[in-house]
């Protein structure tokens, strides 16, 4: 989270607010007071030039400006690609370029997260839940906020999750478990006969805790979940508490794997091998499949004897052409793994029907697979 200042000229004086941006973004250079005497159009050319807003009035007002940026954002043409992969890259061209722009609209707090606009909600747990106390001002993107506040109800009525009969409770900044295919093949897997003799599980990247508290509720007598994001640990051992797992599951700071051997270890790493745009994206983007590679590199040594690995992951990497499936079959061949079998499932998210996505060609195809993984004799 860049943490800067933001400065600029109100009346004839120069000031300055703590510039705050989740994404990372510095603080914009060029800065115009803004209030309701702005046009939309005016908006819209100020910040598609990089000039920011910073608005001083009517906060319900700000958020309809701001649906007025994105009608006017979304209504660029999109230019034809030649392959997938050329449409990926101007898709997320054109993402960041949106988010640049509509981030162009800030709203301005007083210390303690307290809005100082007319009809402006009281955010102030949303916002310490999500970036802790706030001693003096500062200043974000209403588009940020906007986040926050979703974010936050999400994290307060929990996600239902009908494979674990519960729900969970995703935290700001920490994947949700909204796409269900991948918690149902761990649901649906046949659990290893040597867990009979050794009921332990290690879930690598827990985020939530989901897969984590599923492998418990399926009987696994402990289970060690580790991720190294500090608002993914905080948000997995809620969600082990919510559900009274303490006993069975331990939530453990790590990069990757803990110490010692288990007879099942599961994955599901980020699915797209590109450059996250915010630490947001972290759950998505996994930039030169670093994650995918290292959980398979130091899978066997962490494997007890018949033990096996489950790696969750889609091929839509693959259909966008930015992995391969011979890439995928050699990295697993080279950390001496063999394929012990695998269970596929279709998304059912709604871009996977949607034909108006620049990317649906892909995602009409894409399969998420549970690969059984284990270690190849004398490894």
């Given at each position: 989270?860049?943490?800067?200042?933001?400065?600029?000229?109100?009346?004839?004086?120069?000031?300055?607010?703590?510039?705050q941006?989740e994404?990372?973004?510095?603080?914009?250079?060029?800065?115009?007071?803004?209030?309701?005497?702005?046009?939309?159009?005016s908006?819209?050319?100020?910040?598609?030039?990089?000039?920011?807003?910073?608005?001083?009035?009517?906060?319900q007002?700000?958020?309809?400006?701001?649906?007025?940026?994105?009608?006017?954002?979304d209504?660029?043409?999109?230019?034809?690609?030649?392959?997938?992969?050329?449409?990926f890259?101007?898709?997320?061209?054109?993402?960041?370029?949106?988010?640049?722009?509509?981030?162009?609209?800030?709203?301005?707090?007083?210390?303690?997260?307290?809005?100082?606009?007319?009809?402006?909600p009281d955010?102030?747990?949303?916002?310490?839940?999500?970036?802790?106390?706030?001693?003096?001002g500062?200043?974000?993107?209403?588009?940020?906020?906007?986040?926050?506040?979703?974010?936050?109800?999400?994290?307060?009525?929990?996600?239902?999750?009908?494979?674990?009969?519960?729900?969970?409770?995703?935290?700001?900044?920490?994947?949700?478990?909204?796409?269900?295919?991948?918690?149902?093949?761990?649901?649906?897997?046949?659990?290893?006969?040597?867990?009979?003799?050794?009921?332990?599980?290690?879930?690598?990247?827990?985020?939530?805790?989901?897969?984590a508290?599923?492998?418990?509720?399926?009987?696994?007598?402990?289970?060690?979940?580790?991720?190294?994001?500090?608002?993914?640990?905080?948000?997995?051992?809620?969600?082990?508490?919510?559900?009274?797992?303490?006993?069975?599951?331990?939530?453990?700071a790590?990069?990757?794997?803990?110490?010692?051997?288990?007879?099942?270890?599961?994955?599901?790493?980020?699915?797209?091998?590109?450059?996250?745009?915010?630490?947001?994206?972290?759950?998505?983007?996994?930039?030169?499949?670093?994650?995918?590679?290292?959980?398979?590199?130091?899978?066997?040594?962490?494997?007890?004897?018949?033990?096996?690995?489950?790696?969750?992951?889609?091929?839509?990497?693959?259909?966008?052409?930015?992995?391969?499936?011979?890439?995928?079959?050699?990295?697993?061949?080279?950390?001496?793994?063999k394929?012990?079998?695998?269970?596929?499932?279709?998304?059912?998210?709604?871009?996977?029907?949607?034909?108006?996505?620049?990317?649906?060609?892909?995602?009409?195809?894409?399969?998420?697979?549970?690969?059984?993984?284990?270690?190849?004799?004398?490894?």
């Open positions: 989270m860049t943490d800067s200042r933001l400065v600029f000229t109100e009346g004839d004086a120069e000031k300055s607010l703590r510039w941006s994404a990372g973004l510095p603080p914009p250079k060029r800065v115009v007071v803004a209030d309701d005497t702005l046009s939309a159009d908006a819209f050319r100020l910040a598609s030039e990089g000039t920011a807003l910073l608005w001083r009035s009517d906060f007002n700000a958020r309809q400006l701001l649906q007025a940026l994105v009608r006017r954002v209504r660029k043409p999109r230019k034809p690609a030649a392959t997938l992969r050329d449409a890259n101007q898709h997320r061209l054109a993402q960041s370029q949106r988010a640049r722009t509509l981030g162009m609209l800030l709203i301005p707090f007083d210390a303690g997260h307290v809005i100082p606009l007319r009809r402006a955010v102030v747990e949303a916002c310490t839940q999500a970036h802790g106390e706030a001693r003096e500062y200043v974000c993107s209403l588009r940020e906020l906007l986040g926050v506040i979703s974010a936050y109800e999400w994290r307060r009525n929990g996600v239902e999750v009908p494979a674990l009969e519960a729900r969970i409770h995703p935290h700001y900044g920490v994947f949700s478990p909204v796409r269900g295919e991948y918690v149902d093949l761990i649901a649906k897997a046949p659990l290893p006969a040597v867990l009979k003799k050794a009921s332990r599980a290690f879930d690598i990247g827990t985020g939530t805790g989901v897969l508290a599923l492998l418990a509720k399926r009987g696994v007598a402990k289970v060690v979940a580790t991720d190294q994001d500090e608002r993914a640990l905080a948000c997995a051992r809620d969600n082990v508490a919510r559900l009274g797992l303490e006993s069975q599951i331990d939530v453990r790590a990069d990757l794997f803990p110490d010692g051997r288990a007879p099942l270890i599961v994955c599901n790493p980020p699915w797209l091998p590109a450059r996250p745009a915010s630490p947001l994206e972290h759950a998505v983007y996994d930039p030169d499949s670093r994650m995918l590679r290292g959980f398979l590199s130091g899978l066997a040594a962490h494997l007890g004897p018949d033990g096996e690995g489950w790696l969750i992951l889609s091929d839509f990497a693959e259909h966008l052409g930015l992995r391969t499936a011979d890439e995928l079959q050699r990295w697993i061949d080279d950390a001496g793994l394929v012990l079998g695998h269970l596929d499932a279709r998304p059912r998210h709604p871009k996977a029907s949607d034909e108006s996505d620049p990317l649906h060609a892909a995602r009409s195809q894409e399969v998420t697979r549970l690969w059984r993984l284990g270690a190849k004799e004398g490894v």
